[in-house]
T-cell receptor
Framework: SQQGEEDPQALSIQEGENATMNCSYK?????LQWYRQNSGRGLVHLIL?????REKHSGRLRVTLDTSKKSSSLLITASRAADTASYFC??????????FGAGTTVTVRA | KAGVTQTPRYLIKTRGQQVTLSCSPI?????VSWYQQTPGQGLQFLFE???????NKGNFPGRFSGRQFSNSRSEMNVSTLELGDSALYLC????????????FGPGTRLTVT
C-alpha cells in the first residue's frame, strides 16, 4: 500500500507561474523526500526534509513539512518548460525503504 | 562519478519465462534497492540489499528474488513471468543504509507478452 498521496493528480500552469503540490502520509516518518521523473525514466532526487525540520529550500524549490498534519508541500517557483514532469513524494519510516505516492503530473505551458 | 546503470534497458519476454535484470550502483555505494513501477500500482518497493544480504523485502511473491555481489552490483530475477509483471524496474543506490536520498538508474522496461 502507498504511504503517501499527492494532490493534485495533475497540474497545468503557464511558464513563469508557481506550482504547488501536496503530499499526505499516514504514519510517523524519519524523513520525506521529493523526486522528479521525466517521461517514465529514472527518478531524480530533488530534496530531503527530516522529521525535525519544517522548511527547506533548494534553488527554485521550497518544501515544507507539517508532522502534526502528516503533510508536506513542494513549491516550484518561476516554472520553466523543463519542469514538466511527474513529481513524487516518498516517505522513509526508518526501515530503509521508501514508500512513494501516486505522483503529481505537472505540465508547464510555454 | 558515473551514475547508477541498469541493463538491459528494454526487454520483451513471454509468459512463463524468467528474466534477470542487472544494476551497477554508484561507485562507493553499498546499498541497492529495487522498485517496480506500473501505471496501476505506482512505485512499489521490491527489496533492499546491503553487504550482500537482503535486508528488507516488499510485498511481492517469491517469484521475485535478487542478490548482491561483493562489488555491490545487484541482480534481480523474476521467474514464471506473468502479464502483470510488465513494468519499469528501477534500481537505486545509496552510500549506506538510512543515508537519506537514493540515486536511481534509468530503469529496465520489461514487457511480458
Amino acid at each position: 500500500s502507498q504511504q503517501g498521496e499527492e494532490d493534485p493528480q495533475a497540474l497545468s500552469i503557464q511558464e513563469g507561474e508557481n506550482a504547488t503540490m501536496n503530499c499526505s502520509y499516514k504514519t510517523s516518518i524519519n524523513n520525506l523526500q521529493w523526486y522528479r521523473q521525466n517521461s517514465g525514466r529514472g527518478l531524480v532526487h530533488l530534496i530531503l526534509i527530516r522529521s525535525n525540520e519544517r522548511e527547506k529550500h533548494s534553488g527554485r524549490l521550497r518544501v515544507t513539512l507539517d508532522t502534526s498534519k502528516k503533510s508536506s508541500s513542494l513549491l516550484i517557483t518561476a516554472s520553466r518548460a523543463a519542469d514538466t514532469a511527474s513529481y513524487f513524494c516518498a516517505t522513509d519510516v526508518n526501515d530503509y525503504k521508501l514508500s512513494f505516492g501516486a505522483g503529481t503530473t505537472v505540465t508547464v505551458r510555454a | 562519478k558515473a551514475g547508477v546503470t541498469q541493463t538491459p534497458r528494454y526487454l520483451i519476454k513471454t509468459r512463463g519465462q524468467q528474466v534477470t535484470l542487472s544494476c551497477s550502483p554508484i561507485s562507493g555505494h553499498r546499498s541497492v534497492s529495487w522498485y517496480q513501477q506500473t501505471p496501476g500500482q505506482g512505485l512499489q518497493f521490491l527489496f533492499e540489499y546491503f553487504s550482500e544480504t537482503q535486508r528488507n523485502k516488499g510485498n511481492f511473491p517469491g517469484r521475485f528474488s535478487g542478490r548482491q555481489f561483493s562489488n555491490s552490483r545487484s541482480e534481480m530475477n523474476v521467474s514464471t513471468l506473468e502479464l502483470g509483471d510488465s513494468a519499469l524496474y528501477l534500481c537505486a543506490s545509496s552510500l549506506g543504509r538510512g543515508e537519506g536520498e537514493q540515486y536511481f538508474g534509468p530503469g529496465t522496461r520489461l514487457t511480458v507478452t
